[in-house]
């Protein structure tokens, strides 16, 4: 499974979770991910597209899916590459801030 990959745990029963342990940690050494209670958003939104469709999504160097797709990441700079074989890199620089929800779409030029 490559490094910031996505996936969804389905678990039998009722389990409860300490936030708290997931959050400060995992941040210092993964910025990109976040754990949140439900009560308190401190993380941004960010919805991909690109032309054409199903290019790779990586921020600050790490995969985290394919256009489109919609991804949560921690408050700050990031760099954010799309990139799809036989097209130049889309690269953006941005910063975002907690809470913040942002449409990108990555128009992809073909190499020639």
Do not use: C
């Amino acid at each position: 499974m490559p490094k910031g990959a996505e996936f969804t745990a389905y678990v039998s029963g009722d389990v409860t979770m300490d936030i708290a342990k997931f959050q400060q940690a995992n941040l210092a050494t993964h910025p990109t991910l976040v754990a949140s209670a439900p009560s308190a958003s401190v993380n941004a939104k960010l919805h991909f597209e690109s032309n054409p469709s199903s290019a790779d999504i990586e921020i600050d160097g790490n995969f985290v899916g394919s256009t489109p797709s919609d991804v949560e990441t921690a408050e700050g700079e990031h760099t954010i590459v799309v990139r799809k074989t036989g097209f130049k890199d889309w690269e953006r620089k941005m910063k975002v801030s907690s809470g913040s929800s942002v449409n990108l779409t990555a128009e992809l030029e073909k190499i020639q």
